[in-house]
């Protein structure tokens, strides 16, 4: 795995129809309308956000490569593979991401892991006093009230709690490299963590590389967590990582307008945004909301037309779209598109 493989990937999922920046703006987690409604229309939420700080050079370098290679080809600024890039794209291993679940938020959880693990391990080696792993006050925090009169000192607790971690990254299906990695990131008493310099250089791949098996082994282990009854105090360490609500908070506020029977144009005046920044949020509540009442603002007849028209074709392209319904908005188009996903309608 590396960032050019997943660059790969989600440039077979936009098959020809975004521009290379597309991708960029997905893996950022951007929360742009364009990129909300992509990571619905082109089924590829489980990399949204899985690297919030990607910068230009990291991207551009992990494009080249795909260039290089003959992978990728632009076509009027849109980006597609080429015959070359889908044999290459047919044969990748699955990625394992939940990025639209947790988006960026599993680096807390493994703070909060990393420090309980690095106490419990002075504390039961006889050792009160030491520097913390983590200085984020918040994270030292929810641990310390974590921890507020569980029998630390106990090794059947520090048992215990090692005896939770061991079933949860058996059941996460982690590679024996990604157990590896996340296991040399912990540290205790008399064992420091490893960088990811020497992690890179030990296991003879580049860091970025590294930190992509690290953030997937999190999302593996986190889902892991979240279904077992067997890991009730790792559990505890989820707690507000996995996102609760979809929408961003913006669009929630929309929403509650909306659902208080206010039309869209009052909801502008309400809130004093643009009428498109409203017609985003809809767009936003209608791809994660499965009730959402688009027969409110299209009709069963136009939707069928317009998914007819979008498979015939081939594409997803509002643009195109537009061509051939020209009596429809493009913010009537982008509804339609919002709630459909290909095989369903």
Request: with cysteine; glycine share 4%.
């Amino acid at each position: 795995m590396d960032l050019s493989s997943i660059l790969l990937f989600i440039i077979s999922k936009m098959n020809g129809e975004r521009t290379i920046n597309a991708g960029l703006h997905l893996l950022r987690g951007k929360k742009s309308g364009q990129t909300l409604q992509d990571v619905e229309y082109f089924a590829v939420k489980p990399f949204f956000g899985i690297l919030p700080k990607l910068s230009d050079q990291e991207f551009d370098e992990a494009t080249d490569v795909l260039r290089k290679a003959n992978f990728i080809e632009e076509d009027k600024k849109l980006i597609r593979l080429t015959t070359t890039g889908e044999i290459a794209a047919g044969k990748l291993d699955a990625f394992h991401f939940s990025g639209w679940d947790y988006r960026g938020k599993e680096i807390l959880f493994f703070k909060r892991l990393a420090l309980t693990v690095q106490t419990l391990s002075h504390l039961h080696q006889g050792t009160s006093t030491f520097l913390p792993i983590e200085r984020d006050r918040e994270v030292q925090l929810f641990v310390k009230n974590m921890l507020h009169q569980q029998p630390i000192t106990s090794a059947e607790f520090a048992k215990a709690i090692g005896s939770e971690l061991i079933v949860a990254l058996e059941a996460s299906g982690m590679s024996d490299i990604q157990k590896y990695i996340f296991s040399c990131r912990l540290s205790g008493k008399d064992c420091t963590a490893k960088t990811w310099d020497q992690l890179a250089m030990e296991l003879n791949e580049p860091p970025p590389t590294i930190r992509l098996l690290f953030i997937e082994s999190l999302h593996r282990l986190l889902n892991s967590i979240d279904t077992s009854k067997r890991t009730p105090f790792l559990l505890q360490l989820t707690a507000d990582i996995k996102v609760q609500s979809y929408l961003t908070d913006s669009a929630n506020r929309t929403k509650k307008l909306y659902d208080q029977g206010h039309a869209l144009e009052r909801i502008a005046e309400i809130r004093q945004l643009k009428m498109s920044t409203i017609e985003d949020h809809m767009i936003e509540i209608a791809m994660n909301d499965s009730s959402f009442p688009i027969v409110n603002f299209v009709t069963e007849k136009q939707m069928k037309a317009v998914i007819a028209k979008a498979d015939s074709i081939g594409t997803k392209r509002l643009k195109v779209l537009k061509e051939a319904f020209s009596s429809l908005s493009y913010f009537k188009l982008r509804l339609i598109m919002a709630v459909y996903k290909d095989g369903e309608h």
